[in-house]
């Protein structure tokens, strides 16, 4: 199972490519129902600014089901991600300490799989253990302590961005919805029965929406904050109790948080490669000062 530098080549490899296709489709599935949302939010604001009752009353119904299916794939997608979230955690775990994955774990994550996570997870950059965390130390708990260093990293700088484009959108949102309940309100506006609840269904539209990008930012804000936290300590502390703690504790946040799309992973890959390894450094610091790093990769 294991090559001269310790990587695991079966499956472990595996859970990992797993992770990754998962984690894929759980962003597909929820980058599906924000378009199904400004889809509903184009509707409304078409509605709102022409006057109109459009479609002869059918245009409520059409964002409410809009809105429903959205509400529906974003359910789904929490499936996804928790499943991703298992996977990542198995495989990081054996991959840091050289272990493999038994046959009958490896068998339920691969009939658990989401539809298209492997050939999701195929199109992505660093595909292999190695390219994806990077490891030089051995395997053993201080290339465990490395790995999470290494993805609290990542986290922290990329929901850092990914809190940005979620704010900007909720803005955007916000701005256009201002626009469109203005234009509701003018004398000029249908005031029929179905030209009230078009009114109703459009304000709710964007409210919601506005509400879910100002929520999404500040999960990914908050959530970038924590990551940073823990990657702060595991690149300086000895202690490793303490560095399992700030694992475990990375663990639960990763379950709850937001995902980063990723075309900004992808984006800001070869930045994050300079700036971990410069951080890197501190780790290796810390290994040759306690004489317990071992053989090096």
């Known amino acids: 199972m294991n090559s001269a530098n310790g990587v695991s080549q079966g499956r472990v490899a595996k859970a990992h490519h797993l992770f990754r296709g998962a984690a894929e489709v759980t962003k597909r599935l929820r980058q599906l129902a924000l378009a199904l949302e400004l889809a509903a ?23 409410l089901l809009l809105m429903f299916l959205a509400m529906s794939l974003r359910a789904w997608s929490r499936s996804t991600h928790n499943y991703s979230e298992r996977c990542r955690r198995l495989s990081i775990t054996a ?7 038994g046959a009958a774990v490896l068998s339920g994550l691969v009939v658990d799989a989401p539809p298209f996570a492997e050939s999701f997870a195929a199109r992505l950059p660093a595909k292999t253990l190695d390219e994806y965390y990077e490891p030089t130390a051995a395997a053993g708990r201080w290339r465990l302590q490395e790995l999470y260093a290494h993805s609290s990293f990542y986290s922290w700088r990329l929901l850092n961005r990914a809190g ?10 916000a ?29 709710l539209v964007f409210v919601v929406l506005a509400f879910k990008a100002f929520d999404a930012a500040a ?9 940073r936290g823990v990657a702060d300590v595991l690149v300086a ?8 703690e700030q694992a475990a504790h990375y663990d639960m946040e990763r379950v709850s948080g937001p995902t980063v799309p990723t075309r900004i992973y992808e984006m800001s890959r070869k930045r994050l490669q300079q700036e971990w390894h410069e951080r890197r ?9 306690t004489g317990t790093r071992g053989s090096r990769i």
Do not use: K
Request: contains cysteine; negative net charge.
């Open 237 to 244: 502390t000895r202690d490793s109790d303490r560095a399992e």
């Open 175 to 203: 701005l256009g919805g201002v626009i469109v309940i203005y234009g509701m309100a003018l004398p000029s506006a249908d005031s029929s029965m179905a030209g009230r609840f078009l009114d109703f269904v459009c304000s």
């Open 95 to 101: 991959f840091a300490y050289g272990d493999e994955i």
């Open 219 to 227: 999960d990914a804000f908050v959530a970038s904050r924590g990551a």
């Open 164 to 173: 940005w484009l979620f704010l900007s959108v909720g803005v955007l949102v």
């Open 281 to 289: 450094r501190a780790l290796d610091e810390i290994e040759q000062s």
């Open 41 to 63: 939010a184009v509707i409304a604001a078409w509605s709102g600014l022409s006057g109109a009752v459009l479609w002869g009353g059918w245009a409520s119904l059409v964002m």
